[in-house]
């Protein structure tokens, strides 16, 4: 069975950073893509970064040049290095692993999210 386990959230003040890591336990394989999402308070869960095989890497234009999302693949472990937070930023972040199960189906984990927290 796979499980998404997330580490590296806590409350930083403005200006500060994180590095969210998200690791896949058990067998997991083909794997068409990494990335991360958040949910903000009272918001719907919401696009953050995303990074493929190929290294194609997208990013939701409110952290560009902010966040950079990166992976190890023999690890299979994807990070989430967040610089100059924002209050805006405040939210449970998900990461989520999308894999190839077999041509045209694709296949969505998800991990439990950890709490990101940016306050003075």
């Keep these: 069975q ?3 386990v997330e580490s590296g ?4 003040q403005p200006g500060g950073s994180l590095r969210l890591s998200c690791e896949a336990s058990g067998s997991i394989s ?3 893509q990494m990335g991360w999402y958040r949910q903000a308070p009272g918001k719907q869960r919401a696009y953050v ?4 095989s190929g290294d ?3 990013y939701t234009n409110s952290v560009k040049g902010r966040f950079t999302i990166s992976r190890d693949s023999a ?3 994807v ?10 930023d405040t939210a449970v ?9 077999r041509p045209g189906v694709l296949y969505h984990y998800w991990g439990q999210g950890t709490q990101v927290t940016v306050s003075s």
Aim: hydrophobic share 40%.
């Design 56 to 58: 194609s890497i997208n």
């Design 2 to 4: 796979v499980q998404l």
């Design 93 to 101: 972040y998900y990461c989520n692993f999308i894999v190839d199960l």
């Design 49 to 52: 970064a995303s990074i493929r």
């Design 75 to 77: 690890k299979n472990t």
């Design 79 to 88: 990070y989430l290095q967040m610089n100059s937070l924002k209050p805006e």
């Design 30 to 32: 083909n794997i068409y």
């Design 9 to 12: 959230g806590g409350l930083v």
